[in-house]
């Protein structure tokens, strides 16, 4: 099992937003078929622009979600006494910003960070010499962050 719910989980992306995740595909790095996918050529985009739909639709509509571009978000902020995130710093135009309220990290995986300290060197290092395929985004930011206050990290 790659990961608890996966099955029901695509359900509920087919049945909330309309997608069509029918077909099981073998990608890059995988050893069987495991991407659920449509006819479209680039699953992720289409079930990501699905979430961002909902998500501006969400923002204009009600005070639940904000949105914010063009910024990035570098360190999580716990409450002191019980050590639970409760939001985040951003930087956005060269100047920190603090946001208050549930944080969900999905910022990738860290298949594009060659660096000597990089998720990849540390649980990866036989990859380091080949290319990836991942965008220049997937540094393990998110990763890291969520290590920093505590969280715990498997099969990476």
């Keep these: 099992v790659l990961c608890g719910n996966s099955g029901e989980d695509v359900d509920w992306l087919?049945?909330?937003?309309?997608?069509?995740?029918?077909?099981v595909a073998r990608l890059?790095?995988?050893?069987?078929?495991?991407?659920?996918?449509?006819?479209?050529?680039?699953p992720g985009m289409t079930i990501t622009y699905a979430l961002i739909q909902m998500l501006e639709k969400v923002?204009?509509?009600?005070?639940?979600?904000?949105?914010?571009?063009k910024a990035r978000a570098h360190k999580l902020?716990?409450?002191p006494s019980s050590g639970a995130c409760v939001g985040l710093i951003y930087e956005k135009?060269?100047?920190?910003?603090?946001?208050?309220g549930p944080v969900i990290l999905a910022s990738g995986g860290f298949g594009a960070d060659f660096t000597q300290d990089s998720?990849?060197?540390?649980?990866?290092?036989?990859?380091?010499?080949?290319p990836t395929t991942n965008g220049e985004?997937?540094?393990?930011?998110?990763?890291?962050?969520?290590?920093?206050?505590?969280?715990?990290?498997i099969d990476l």
């Design 59 to 69: 923002a204009e509509k009600t005070d639940r979600a904000r949105i914010i571009t």
């Design 28 to 42: 890059g790095g995988h050893s069987a078929p495991r991407t659920h996918r449509g006819k479209e050529r680039f």
């Design 93 to 100: 135009a060269g100047k920190d910003s603090k946001e208050y």
């Design 77 to 79: 902020l716990t409450n």
């Design 14 to 23: 087919g049945d909330k937003f309309d997608l069509d995740l029918s077909l």
């Design 137 to 153: 985004h997937c540094t393990g930011d998110g990763i890291k962050m969520g290590e920093a206050i505590g969280g715990k990290s």
């Design 119 to 130: 998720l990849l060197a540390q649980y990866r290092p036989d990859l380091m010499h080949l």
